[in-house]
């Protein structure tokens, strides 16, 4: 399965954006891009994911290099409670198996 | 809205003794897992079901049992705890698209902490 390289931790202002970074040279075609988040003491919840094009909902923006071998999850204006971690995880379609890395915790700064 | 509700919050075992973690969806979903996480790493799955009377095994699968009778019901069963079963144990489930792989996203259930002594 194709791997995922996150940041350890990242610190960033309040009220300013966030650029979290993902790593995935060995992407293929078929695989899908994911981000989830895990708040402390909560289960993980689902913020976004594409293929190949840009995409935008209500909580985030996912923004994926050309050749698919990177990808930005940009969160616009931050809050104390974005404060989690950030799991960037590549999903192949028709496979069964979403797989977690240990993530990018995200420390905002008040 | 419940949706995937696991029980119990916590719990505490003795090495050798057995026990079954809950989980419930309500949301009519096909696909549902088991996670487990240990202090200070990312989730590993254990077992899915992609329905009812279907389970298959996931990266850390040795020392527990699933089944799926129902939709609704995925039950995670320890049948003799061991200490390094320690964890936060976590449900999750989803949608399967027309192409039998997974849609969008993956609901997750608000965790089962268990420990064995």
């Known amino acids: 399965d194709a791997k995922t390289t996150q940041p350890n931790s990242m610190e960033s202002n309040e009220e300013e954006p966030v650029h979290l970074p993902c790593n995935h040279s060995t992407i293929s075609g078929t695989d899908y891009i994911h981000w989830y988040r895990q708040l402390p003491s909560q289960g993980p919840e689902y913020v976004i994911h594409?293929?190949?094009s840009n995409v935008n909902n209500r909580m985030a923006s996912l923004a994926i290099a050309e050749d698919r071998k990177s990808s930005t999850l940009i969160l616009h204006r931050a809050t104390l409670r974005d404060a989690a971690v950030y799991y960037c995880i590549l999903y192949s379609f028709g496979n069964e198996k979403l797989t977690f890395g240990t993530g990018t915790r995200l420390t905002i700064i008040p | 809205n419940a949706g995937v509700t696991q029980t119990p919050k916590f719990q505490v075992l003795k090495t050798g003794q057995s026990m079954t973690l809950q989980c419930a969806q309500d949301?009519?979903?096909?696909?549902m897992s088991w996670y487990r996480q240990d202090p200070g790493m990312g989730l590993r799955l254990i077992h899915y079901s992609v329905g009812a009377g279907i389970t298959d095994q996931g990266e850390v699968p040795n020392g527990y049992n699933v089944s799926r009778s129902t939709t609704e019901d995925f039950p995670l069963r320890l049948l003799s705890a061991a200490p390094s079963q320690t964890s936060v144990y976590f449900c999750?489930?989803?949608?399967?698209?027309?192409?039998?792989?997974?849609?969008?996203?993956?609901?997750f259930g608000e965790g089962s902490r268990l420990t064995v002594l």
């Open positions: 594409g293929l190949t």
């Open positions: 999750a489930s989803s949608w399967r698209g027309p192409g039998q792989g997974l849609i969008g996203e993956l609901f």
């Open positions: 949301m009519n979903h096909e696909y």
